[in-house]
């Protein structure tokens, strides 16, 4: 058994969603302490509480420093880490010119193994400590990011992205060997350690109704699965989508006529709703997630975060490597809050903290087990510096409050704002 940890700084807890009527702060307790044992978290307070409660724990000092949940990732493609930041082109020339390219080399498990732990590197030194990510075509890339999570004790969403049209010869499987090889991975992975199986069609373009009508029924199978894909992300992605589905009354449709709707769906994107995608998404409790580095990067919108809050959507965060620009969910964080302004509805820092963490884990549905500080929630943390450097620091230091302090790093921060980080308990940055 390793030794109980009381770690000391300023430790922020939800206790309700900071976009509820009673406002922002008050969604979230401080608290001096956390008490750390067998990677779950047992006890938040004062030091002098729980120095008497844990009398032999180790005690870790932060002093100032802010105690935050891991970040959650709620949409990711780990094999475009070596791509990101690509330059010149909208979604559909992005992928064909970029993205397909580098996907194809992931039939190799040497190089899938490398960029999975690369990914893994890059994103816990930005303080992400779970993600939701695609994969390749290839079984092995699936493999391979599993096992270097398994390895590092960490909480990860993928599975194998499925392809069978609308993509170059060896980026192709068929709507059976997509089901096969998504059922095997499923039964060698799903719920092992802390791993969740995400059935995965890229999106409606690159699969025929069949392939899709074959993942609905691995889902119906395998309902304790998520199901990722994307939705509604550019106009002419749209349009195209109409003319490959001519039936669907729209995008959604093309994923719902298949059963690929459902709490536990996740949806990438979701910018150009129509009105009944917006109903059905509501009352399927499927998940939106809003990729604001890459809506900007690629040019495909601006998200409409407040008018799908207020309807009851639930809304995950997400960089959308490597179509978003950023490892970071502090700079994912100050996109969205500059997406949101553009649409005249500025976020408080405690609702984008929120949508970082816990609001991502619980469009994941893993909100019983990461995105809070509370008793029982498992051990994923993050140590923020909020005066990393001299210009976020002279900033901080004229703040009133712990949010005027906080929010100079969400706006300006990167990895050098993230002090430490722990998975299930254990130190991994
Ligand atoms: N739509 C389908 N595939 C992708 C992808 O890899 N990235 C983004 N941003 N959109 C997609
Ligand atoms: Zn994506």
Known sequence: MEQDLIVLGRVLSFSASPFDAAGPEAAIDQYEAIALRGGKIVALGTK?????ALPEAQIIDHGDKLIVPGFVDAHVHYPQTAIIASWGKRLIDWLNTYTFPEEMRFGDAGYAAEIAARYLDLTTACGTTTVASYCTIHPESVDALFQAAQARGQRVVAGKTCMDRNAPEGLRDTPQSAHDDSAALIQRWHGVDRITYAITPRFSPTSTPEQLDALGALWAAHPTCLMQTHLSEQLDEIEWVRSLYPEARDYLDTYEQFGLLGEGALFGHAIHLEPRERDRLREARASLIHCPTSNTFIGSGLFDMQGLIQEGQRIGLATDTGGGSSFSMLRTMAAAYEVAQLRGTPLHAAQLLWLATQGSATALGLQDKVGNLAVGMEADLVVLDLASTPAIAQRANRANDIWEA???????????????VRINGRKAH
Do not use: C
């Open 48 to 52: 002098a509480a729980l120095v008497k």
């Open 406 to 420: 906080l929010f100079p790093t969400l706006m300006m921060g990167d990895d050098r704002a993230i002090s430490e």
